[in-house]
């Protein structure tokens, strides 16, 4: 029971007492056995009255306790939902971190082998790199070697055709001398056979001439024909 239900009880007591004095003081007539049988009939009363109020307010007190009692179980119900939940979060979390400390150690051996393959790969690229190098310098010793044999073949080849040349313009010049004196022996010979067709026209001349002189002077034909063989023997010679 509440301080403030007593409180009120007690007050309602108070009050009761003294409208029960008053009546009592009031009384002139009646005798006092039906003073005091009503006083214990009130009496009666006012216990029974009070004893349902006080289970009215037991009741009522137990309803309240009920209800603060359901408040508090319902509370208490709600943090244990929140701790439940905290705790199957803290589980999950739990399992989670495990998860990850499972996929962080997968990871580190991952990278490990990663790494080792790596180390193996870069060992490999070394040895390739060696080995690129070895042939680059051999492919570059015989890009020398073909290209000092390609100048070497030029330059055979070029003092070849500078030969060739050569000789071309000795025989040219040969040819040319050839021609030369070709032409020289072919004037010299048509100068020649001038002279001789030449000679011929006038010794035709020289006979046409010599035969109407006959017939002209019978006496002079003797000395004429010993001219023109005089004349004639004179050419050739010449």
Same mark, same amino acid.
């Given at each position: ?7 009120? =009880? ?9 409208? @029960? ?35 009215? !307010?037991?009741?009522?007190? =137990? ?6 009692? $359901? ?8 943090? @244990? ?23 962080? =150690? ?9 790494? #080792? ?5 870069? $060992? ?10 070895? $042939? ?7 890009? !020398? ?20 040349? %050569?000789? %071309?313009?000795?025989?040219? !010049? ?18 020649? $056979? ?6 011929? %026209? ?14 002209? @002077? ?13 004349? =004639?023997? #004179?050419?050739?010679?010449?």
């Amino acid at each position: 029971m509440t301080l403030k239900n007593k409180k009120k =009880i007690k007050k309602i007591k108070t009050s009761k007492n003294k409208s @029960n004095l008053t009546k009592l003081a009031s009384i002139t007539t009646d005798t006092l056995s039906n003073v005091y049988s009503k006083y214990k009939k009130n009496l009666e009363r006012k216990k029974i009255k009070e004893i349902k109020l006080k289970k009215l !307010e037991q009741k009522n007190e =137990i309803l309240k306790e009920r209800k603060e009692l $359901k408040i508090l179980k319902e509370k208490l119900q709600k943090e @244990n939902d929140k701790l439940n939940l905290k705790d199957i979060e803290l589980k999950i979390k739990e399992e989670s971190l495990k998860v990850e400390n499972k996929r962080v =150690i997968k990871k580190d051996e991952d990278l490990g082998l990663i790494d #080792k393959d790596l180390r193996v790969k870069e $060992k490999e690229l070394k040895i390739k790199g060696e080995e690129q190098n070895r $042939k680059e310098l051999d492919l570059r010793i015989r890009e !020398e070697e073909q290209k000092n044999k390609e100048l070497k073949e030029k330059r055979k080849k070029e003092k070849f055709l500078k030969e060739m040349r %050569e000789q %071309e313009e000795q025989k040219k !010049e040969i040819e040319d001398i050839k021609l030369k004196e070709w032409e020289e022996k072919f004037d010299q010979e048509q100068k020649l $056979k001038l002279q001789e067709e030449l000679l011929k %026209e006038q010794k035709f001349k020289e006979k046409e001439f010599a035969k109407k002189e006959i017939y002209s @002077n019978q006496d002079s034909e003797v000395s004429t024909s010993t001219l023109e063989d005089f004349k =004639i023997d #004179k050419t050739y010679q010449n």
